[in-house]
DNA sequence: CGTCGATTTCGATGGCTGTCTATACGGAGA
DNA sequence: TCTCCGTATAGACAGCCATCGAAATCGACG
């Protein structure tokens, strides 16, 4: 599943309505954050200092088994928002800014008018 | 359904893991975007010049009953996404910009380092 | 007060999703 | 090579969601 390239050229903003086609892609993007769960792990990943978790310390903060984690690490790696890397026996998960820094541009209004 | 408080005070964005009643929330509305349909509709009442849509508006520009845009816009009305007012026969709908501003916030990532 | 047009609500249905258990894979070390 | 540990995949199941048609509601207007 391609990482959703339609993000690429993202028009400003909500300043002119979305085609279907790249509503579709964003929404990809906007259902993956639409979780509690990939919300949280996301949070962790943004939030660690060297940029890099283990998926062990993301299982460990959650109640969830570890396929549950895996599912839903690779759901947030299919529409890019993270990128993942092994390294011995342990895979590291990493953000990708340029992902969210376009959603955040989508949603930015300027302003009230 | 409240229109979710728990935006109302978003620390700043993803500096620090969200403890799980705000990915709730927040994850609440992200799920609200993630369906192509919604994300077109609020992006036609978002790039409407008056700020007001009418439903009998966003009815044609899609091949969906008007049942079903009629829910979908329940679903972006009860996460705060907007507002809607009658008048007359007609019920006008209005994006709520603090809302999408918060979501902007949350997502905005001050520089890869 | 009755009708009409616009919109919402209701009930049903098919498909998608989050979760689990069990299993497979992949690297490290003995 | 064999085994252990960390992670990913496969398959199954329950619950949720998008969609629809039909019916109810709500204003306006005679």
């Known amino acids: 599943m391609e990482p959703l ?3 690429e ?3 400003p903003l909500m ?7 790249r509503a579709a892609g964003v929404a990809r993007v906007f ?11 996301l949070s962790i990943v ?29 759901v947030l790696k299919d529409v890019g928002l993270v990128t993942s890397e092994r390294r011995a026996s342990w895979v590291y998960y990493r953000l990708v800014p340029e992902t969210l820094g376009e959603l955040s541009a989508l949603l930015d209004v300027p302003a009230p008018v």
């Open 31 to 41: 259902k993956a954050l639409g979780d509690p769960v990939r919300l949280r792990i």
């Open 46 to 74: 943004a939030s660690r200092a060297g940029g890099e978790v283990c998926v062990c310390d993301i299982t460990g903060a959650f109640e969830l088994s570890q396929p549950t984690i895996s599912h839903h690490l690779k």
């Open 15 to 21: 300043r002119e309505p979305l085609d279907a086609e």
């Open 5 to 7: 390239d339609l993000l």
């Open 9 to 11: 050229c993202s028009p």
